[in-house]
């Protein structure tokens, strides 16, 4: 008998189609929500991290970021942030798709 494969939550946030098949999962139990503002929540503390001052102490052993699915819609809160920043020189590299935008075109697919 083969030993079970043990797959963790991490590894299926990390792959594009699993992290698709859960959102679907999620969505037959009205849970949706939860991955999307879990995916927001992340791309947001990965912001601040990557476009903070250099206040920001980080302890690495209390603290980890799970790497997402790299073809994400960037949250509507960043890609708000990035039209600021551009006007003044900064900004953030992504898509700018809103997660709304991705929750609409899932319940207009009946997902």
Request: charged share 20%; aromatic share 6%.
């Amino acid at each position: 008998i083969p030993a079970p494969v043990i797959i963790t939550l991490e590894d299926v946030l990390s792959m594009k189609e699993s992290l698709h098949l859960f959102m679907i999962h999620l969505s037959k139990e009205f849970s949706m929500e939860c991955l999307l503002s879990y995916i927001e929540i992340s791309q947001f503390q990965e912001y601040v991290i990557n476009n903070g001052n250099e206040e920001i102490i980080i302890n690495e052993d209390n603290y980890k970021q799970i790497q997402l699915a790299s073809d994400l819609p960037i949250s509507s809160v960043i890609s708000e942030n990035k039209r600021t920043q551009t006007t003044t020189g900064g900004g953030y590299r992504g898509r700018t798709t809103s997660i709304s935008a991705v929750t609409k075109q899932m319940e207009s697919a009946n997902i």
